[in-house]
């Protein structure tokens, strides 16, 4: 009675463990998301192109409109100049896709950046199509010459064997700090620390597109 009492005793308890041992490895194996990035986007600054062209239209006409939208961004080239010297990475892609994969790894998923046109792993959950347009700085309110930063990326986020779409989701992110030009460019510790946060934070909320946003 007693050994038979104790061999149930010892199955039950291999039961239990192998269970817990399945469950264990099963919350270890994280979902994989494949990332195909189309764009790495383009440093911009978006100042004087920020204002509006309409009196240039309906003072000159369409041609003296032309020339001051060119004269505008003439302009811009010269800022983007200007601030190149003082910004640790002017590229868009790094630190914005590193930090989609750090809050996707925050709540369990793996990242996989592939090329346009591979075909999807086995573990595969979700694809992520990113083409990111332009990041910079550009000017939020012309009455105070405020600028901030900015990111404007377009993307999918699909299932395996899902056919894209023809209309991309939309992502405009902007800095809530804002100032001055002048100031900005004064303040290079200021602007990397914008720039930075800003590609962070919409890493960030492409991922979150991910976790929350798809069943």
Same mark, same amino acid.
């Given at each position: 009675m007693f050994?038979?009492?104790n061999t149930f005793l010892i199955a039950g !308890?291999? !039961?239990?463990?192998? +269970?817990a041992s399945?469950?264990?490895l099963g919350e270890d194996i994280p979902l994989t998301v494949s990332l195909e990035i189309e764009a790495v986007g383009?440093?911009? +600054?978006?100042h004087s192109r920020a204002e509006s062209t309409a009196t240039g239209a309906v003072l000159f006409g369409l041609i003296g409109a032309g020339i001051s939208e060119s004269n505008?961004?003439?302009?811009?080239k010269r800022r983007k100049e200007a601030i190149a010297p003082f910004l640790d990475n002017m590229a868009c892609a790094p630190m914005l896709i590193e930090a989609?994969?750090?809050r996707l790894d925050e709540k369990g998923f793996k990242l996989r950046t592939v090329d346009a046109g591979d075909p999807n792993e086995p573990d595969v959950a979700y694809v992520i199509v990113l083409k990111i347009g332009t990041c910079g700085f550009k000017m939020m309110d012309s009455q105070t010459d405020e600028v901030a930063a900015f990111v404007v990326?377009?993307?999918?986020?699909?299932?395996p064997g899902q056919k894209k779409p023809k209309k991309r989701s939309r992502m405009l992110i902007t800095g809530k700090h804002r100032q001055s030009w002048e100031a900005l460019v004064a303040s290079p510790e200021v602007a990397n620390a914008e720039f930075a946060a800003i590609k962070i934070k919409a890493g960030r909320r492409l991922a979150n597109k991910v976790i929350y946003d798809n069943p």
């Open positions: 050994t038979v009492r !308890l291999a !039961l239990l463990t192998t +269970i399945t469950d264990s383009k440093f911009e +600054i978006i505008r961004a003439g302009k811009d989609t994969e750090e990326a377009e993307y999918h986020i699909l299932k």
